[in-house]
């Protein structure tokens, strides 16, 4: 009976230790004050949309955080303080043991740029399709989508997405034409031609092609001949020469 009797004491025991540790805790906290703030942002592919400045400026602007009582300081307007610089993407904020108030920022990634006309300013695609401000001091190297709107550019992003994380698609491809039809054209980094797409079906079996007829016009060393590659019909390439 006692042996029973002896697990169920300890749990009852640990149960009650453990509540009034959180309760000294809990006492203290409302005791004390924020010694500082400590600031890390995840970089991601070497770009800086959000450095560690721009996101102590956004919450020092708001609250000084030293010297402030921890109870006073809510996590929530922290969050909501840092989330209004556009290019951030996840915060995680909590209060440490060494009462230093920790920010962890993670960043949206542009995939792509919109250039809808000469009259709208260009945005950055991130990679959940949203419209992400351009940025007063870091450049993407991306490729640069000409649509008319972002609800146009929709199948060019589609393109950006399938072959962003391909080495040599991704250095290949450094424009894309969303034309008045909703059909694509690459304009790529090597070569003069332009290539026209169509649509993303059968996208794989289209891009194998064109790295096949590349490498043969490569090989001979005419690849600057043509100024117009056509891949819209299937299994084909057609390739129109300069006259």
């Known amino acids: 009976m006692i042996q029973r009797l002896l697990p169920i004491a300890m ?7 453990t509540g009034t540790l959180v309760g000294f805790a809990l006492h203290a906290e409302k005791e004390v004050t924020y010694l500082g703030l400590d600031v890390d942002v995840d970089e991601i592919k070497g770009m800086f949309f959000v450095d560690v400045a721009g996101v102590r400026d956004a919450i020092l602007a708001q609250d000084s955080i030293q010297g402030s009582w921890i109870e006073s300081v809510s996590l929530q307007q922290v969050d909501a303080w840092v989330h209004s610089i556009p290019a951030v993407d996840h915060v995680e904020v909590y209060p440490g043991l060494d009462r230093i108030l920790h920010v962890r920022v993670s960043q949206k990634e542009p995939v792509a740029r919109l250039h809808t006309g000469p009259d709208e300013p260009d945005v950055y695609i991130d990679t959940e399709g949203d419209a992400l401000p351009l940025s007063p001091y870091f450049t993407a190297r991306v490729p640069i989508i000409h649509a008319q709107s972002l609800e146009h550019a929709s199948v060019a992003f589609s393109l950006i997405q399938s ?5 040599l698609w991704s250095a290949f491809i450094d424009q894309v034409q969303v034309t008045d039809n909703g059909g694509l054209e690459i304009i790529p980094r090597i070569g003069g031609a332009r290539i026209a797409l169509g649509d993303t079906s059968q996208l794989d079996s289209k891009l194998n092609n064109l790295l096949t007829f590349y490498r043969e016009q490569i090989r001979r060393g005419n690849l600057n001949e043509y100024q117009r590659i056509n891949l819209a019909f299937a299994g084909q390439v057609v390739a129109q020469r300069y006259y």
Do not use: F, K, R
Request: glycine share 8%; proline share 8%.
């Open 11 to 17: 749990s009852i025991l640990l149960l009650g230790t």
């Open 163 to 167: 072959t962003c994380q391909d080495p």
